[in-house]
């Protein structure tokens, strides 16, 4: 089946740029996403893009896909403590419900 | 409008007991997820809802785990004789499906624990 991989931590300071990777196995996914978990909230859509793109911009947010290594990025630029967070990275498999990664971890120093 | 919701935010079992678990979609929405997320993992598809086709239950971990959804909107994810393996958040999210992009709308989950 479909595998997503994450990292489980990164730490920046505030005001510097977080990039969180992930890799995937499907190539056929359609859509790739982008989800936020703030502690003790649900998961939050963040961004998405599609797979015929290699790059999206949205304000802070940077999303980077390649198609051929499998390697999903999202960029944000000017960390703010607010953006402290656990970030999934998810695939659409060809069917509705999503493959996520284990997460990675956003922790934002003043 | 009302997001989802989930009922009990939390809930401690002694392992042996079933639970039971809600889920309300938004409303109009005609799809249904259930994912698991044990502790320091990722979200693990369970089984997932659509309209009046049958559920795709490929997903649930063994014979007991089931799910219902009533009427095409609230879902009840049943868990008999727990394990303690099954302590984990159970997260219920909700969509409508269309052309493109098909968000799903997460709920705060249920935490549940199995003593």
């Known amino acids: 089946g479909e595998d997503v991989e994450q990292s489980l931590f990164l730490s920046v300071r505030e005001g510097d740029s977080s990039v969180i990777n992930c890799t995937y196995t499907?190539?056929?996914?359609?859509?790739l996403y982008w989800y936020k978990q703030e502690p003790g909230a649900g998961l939050q859509l963040l961004t998405y893009i599609f797979s015929n793109m290699d790059m999206k911009q949205d304000q802070r947010l940077t999303v980077l896909l390649n198609k051929k290594d499998k390697h999903l990025s999202l960029r944000i630029a000017d960390t703010q403590t607010g953006d402290s967070a656990i970030y999934f990275c998810?695939?659409?498999?060809?069917?509705?419900?999503?493959?996520f990664g284990s997460g990675t971890r956003l922790q934002v120093q003043p | 409008g009302a997001g989802v919701s989930q009922s009990p935010s939390n809930k401690v079992t002694e392992k042996g007991k079933d639970v039971e678990l809600r889920c309300d979609p938004i409303s109009g929405h005609t799809a249904l997820y259930w994912y698991r997320q044990s502790l320091g993992q990722g979200l693990e598809f369970l089984i997932y809802f659509q309209g009046n086709s049958a559920p795709d239950k490929s997903g649930l971990p063994s014979d007991r785990f089931s799910a219902e959804r009533t009427g095409g909107s609230v879902s009840t994810l049943t868990i008999q004789r727990t394990q303690q393996e099954d302590s984990a958040v159970y997260l219920c999210?909700?969509?409508?499906?269309?052309?493109?992009?098909?968000?799903?709308?997460f709920g705060p989950g249920t935490r549940l624990t199995v003593l």
């Open positions: 998810a695939v659409d498999t060809g069917r509705r419900a999503l493959t």
């Open positions: 499907d190539s056929s996914s359609t859509y």
């Open positions: 999210a909700s969509s409508e499906p269309g052309q493109g992009i098909d968000e799903q709308f």
